[in-house]
């Protein structure tokens, strides 16, 4: 009759390994102990997914992105953030698409962008910026295209063209 060690209730690691070793040797012993080490020191590791157009960090966004879609959040909002914990864009996702006023921002917090969208597609006014309040451009669009008059600037506030689409 097999004798169950007395390690059994307080440490059952030490009776199994106990166990395998007086069934298959030192040999085997060492073997199942790599295989322990290997198996158990898997690196996490948060992931970054990239989107064709923009690269979303999964380390500190509240809401986890696939190539596919866009967002796997179907309605609510939608915040990710630098790694520093400044948000980079904030938006409003319905039905698993864009609604609303999306805005990004630059890693130090100041406005990058602000967009509308309506079902998914940009549809109304959008403005760009260099930083610090300083406009890059601004125009429109309807049904996910440059419309009507915009206007571009230099980084000293200089409008350098303007454009009717």
């Known amino acids: 009759m097999n004798k169950v060690p007395k390690c059994l209730p307080n440490n059952i690691f030490a009776w199994c390994s106990d166990c395998f070793f007086l069934r298959y040797g030192l040999a085997g012993s060492a073997y199942l102990l790599i295989a322990i080490g290997l198996f158990s020191c898997g690196d996490e590791q948060h992931k970054t997914t990239e989107n064709k157009n923009v690269l979303r960090d999964t380390i500190k966004g509240e809401f986890l992105f696939s190539e596919k879609k866009d967002s796997l959040i179907q309605n609510g909002e939608y915040v990710k953030y630098y790694k520093n914990g400044v948000i980079e864009m904030r938006g409003i996702m319905k039905g698993g698409k864009r609604e609303g006023t999306w805005k990004s921002y630059y890693e130090d917090g100041s406005p990058w962008s602000e967009t509308?969208?309506?079902?998914?597609?940009?549809?109304?006014?959008?403005?760009?910026?260099?930083?610090k309040e300083k406009k890059r451009y601004e125009g429109f669009y309807s049904n996910d295209a440059e419309s009507d008059n915009w206007t571009f600037w230099d980084e000293s506030g200089k409008i350098v063209s303007t454009k009717n689409y």
Request: overall charge positive; charged content about 30%; glycine content about 18%.
């Open 116 to 131: 509308e969208y309506t079902d998914g597609k940009k549809n109304g006014k959008t403005t760009s910026w260099f930083g």
